[in-house]
């Protein structure tokens, strides 16, 4: 009972609060969990249950974070709390890191409760054996002190008395060696008394040291903890831009019925083109929040190099002259061709950042071979073609003691508000999670060359083009859609009802239960978001399943494919398409799931179908 992490939660909502509870039991964490509703057992339970950890709901109205912050740093200062809610957005998270939280969850992510706890404990542990530790060195320091002045007024006084003796007269000789004899017991005790303080001391850097490391341990640590909290943040916009995108990606084409003029279909597929360019992006933006590589694909670099030439053209002050040089031969790479933009965005960024009164940016390529010297020269690396691309600036230039630093995380030489020290280290993580490596040359005054070498497919595969078909059609099946989002919603309604299908709709998992209960004999599909208000999609489908043993399931989100796959599957998810999504993959999903067997839905993109009821 006593290893058992004592767990306060302050939670309005006994559901929510079951929901943490129930998922902290599934990790297998010992805990000992205290609900409570209001302020004044807030505060009591502080003082007397005296909780290892906090978990604090931020969006409810009869309290806010910033108060549950304030109490608990007033009752235990030193217990860490953790900011839960329905949704969180940058300022709000910043916020409340900034006024002590020690992290912030959204409530759709409770698979992630227990290391979050896990870490918050532990930097708690590391705070208080910090804190400690410099307590104990700060007492021993101040008793070492009293120590050496007594004995250095103990050396003093043996001088002083063995001095007078010898100096006495023949006649006192005696005592003068008995007294010489006293002073020499005397220093063989200040002996005893400097080795006690030489080996306090030696303690003190001892502990000095352990303190420094743990210190270190600790800041690295919290880094990572920050950058896991950008991920978070990563992951909220990329769910609100998802969700902005949608109702573009299913509506083009539903303009696309409309128009019968050809440049209507060009503009049509800029559109289009422009829209999955954005939706690459926000995928972007969670591969970086998480960590995981995307999805990679043969390309040549002359296109992105000469698309981000155009940009800069258009973008960059005019003091700044652009060279572009590019063979036409060069290799095919395995990439993705959003990192593989974030790398050239971020290297001629630097290179207009080092220049402020203007010179000359250069981008390059070219093909090569890496030989077995300059293999073993170059770690983790290893011999066969590639392709380098060059990005070289005449600016500023690195100073020879920032040339270690520049790969390292929140490093930056700029002004706060013009760099936030992540650009370089997501250039590294791109680079090496492609197989590649980058070097650096520079020199001050005169500018730096930054070369990121990729590995080269020089073997194509031959992938035969299909024949593209209509989006199969529905027959009239009722479409539960359920999406709190008020666009999104009705355009997918719109393309369903124009493709052969009926639907009814509701705005959250509460709606979706009395829709359902209402229309049960007819609906043979849900579509539901998997974040809502209220009640979210995931408990929404736990109680459609119960109600609705073979009814088909088909899950989406504006996370992608944060969610666990194999758990959406064992509650009767047959299909998760990830927003933004366009009208086919609309139609094809849905096609797959109502009639699995129909060989006529043809092979195209879709989310990831389940088989089962």
Not at 112 to 124: D, F, H, V, W
Not at 222 to 229: C, D, I, P, T, V
Not at 313 to 322: A, D, E, V
Request: with cysteine.
């Amino acid at each position: 009972m006593s290893h058992r992490i004592r767990i306060l939660i302050l939670e309005g909502c006994p559901t929510q609060a079951r929901s943490m509870i129930d998922q902290l039991r599934e990790g297998g964490t010992a805990f000992i969990a205290l609900r409570v509703e209001n302020e004044s057992d807030y505060r009591r339970a502080l003082r007397e249950f005296e909780p290892h950890l906090v978990l604090v709901d931020y969006s409810r109205t009869y309290h806010n974070g910033f108060s549950a912050l304030s109490i608990a740093r007033e009752i235990t200062p030193g217990t860490p709390l953790v900011c839960v809610a329905s949704t969180i957005n940058e300022e709000t998270a910043a916020a409340a890191l900034k006024d002590g939280a020690a992290d912030c969850l959204v409530k759709d992510q409770l698979d992630r409760l227990e290391a979050i706890i896990r870490n918050a404990l532990e930097i708690s542990r590391l705070r208080t054996e910090a804190r400690l530790a410099k307590e104990a060195l700060q007492e021993l320091e101040l008793r070492s002190r009293d120590q050496m002045k007594e004995s250095l007024s103990l050396i003093r006084a043996t001088l002083d008395v063995a001095v007078k003796g010898i100096l006495r007269e023949a006649a006192k000789r005696k005592l003068a060696e008995a007294a010489l004899l006293k002073s020499e017991r005397r220093f063989r005790r200040l002996a005893e008394n400097a080795g006690n303080v030489i080996s306090r001391s030696q303690s003190i850097l001892i502990v000095d040291a352990d303190v420094t490391k743990k210190r270190l341990a600790g800041a690295q640590f919290l880094r990572a903890q920050r950058m896991e909290s950008l991920g978070r943040l990563a992951s909220g916009i990329a769910h609100d831009l998802n969700n902005v995108l949608t109702p573009i990606s299913v509506g083009l084409s539903l303009i696309g019925k409309q128009i019968s003029h050809d440049s209507g279909h060009s503009l049509l597929a800029t559109m289009q083109a422009s829209a999955a360019r954005g939706a690459d992006i926000v995928k972007q933006v969670l591969t970086f929040g998480r960590g995981v590589e995307g999805q990679k694909s043969p390309i040549q670099l002359n296109g992105p190099i000469n698309e981000m030439a155009r940009i800069i053209r258009q973008t960059f002050p005019k003091s700044i002259i652009l060279k572009v040089v590019l063979p036409t031969d060069l290799w095919y790479v395995s990439v993705d061709t959003t990192q593989l933009h974030q790398v050239l965005m971020n290297l001629c960024l630097n290179a207009r950042d080092a220049m402020p009164k203007g010179g000359t940016l250069t981008l390059s390529a070219a093909n090569f071979r890496l030989n077995h010297q300059q293999a073993r020269i170059i770690q983790g690396t290893k011999t066969g073609p590639y392709v380098m691309f060059q990005v070289a600036d005449t600016g500023s230039g690195i100073p020879p003691e920032h040339m270690n630093k520049i790969f390292e995380p929140f490093f930056s030489t700029k002004e706060i508000q013009n760099g936030s020290g992540l650009g370089l280290p997501t250039v590294l993580g791109i680079v090496h999670n492609h197989d590649g490596f980058i070097q650096v040359e520079s020199e001050v005054g005169q500018g730096s060359q930054f070369k990121v070498c990729l590995p080269a497919v020089l073997a194509m595969p031959s992938s035969p083009e299909l024949p593209s078909a209509p989006p199969p059609q529905g027959e009239g099946e009722l479409i539960l859609v359920v999406d709190d989002e008020d666009d999104v919603r009705e355009v997918i309604q719109k393309s369903l009802c124009e493709n052969g299908y009926q639907t009814v709709a509701a705005r959250n998992g509460n709606e979706a239960i009395a829709a359902y209960s209402q229309h049960h004999d007819r609906i043979k599909a849900v579509l539901a978001d998997l974040i809502m208000p209220s009640m979210d999609g995931l408990s929404a489908i736990r109680l459609l399943r119960e109600m609705g043993p073979s009814l088909h399931l088909v899950a989406v989100s504006g996370l992608g494919s944060k969610f666990d796959e194999a758990k959406l599957s064992g509650l009767g998810v047959q299909a998760f398409i990830p927003k933004p999504f366009t009208a086919e993959t609309l139609l094809v999903t849905l096609r797959k799931v109502l009639h699995p067997n129909d060989a006529g839905s043809g092979k195209r993109e879709t989310g990831n179908v389940k088989s089962g009821a």
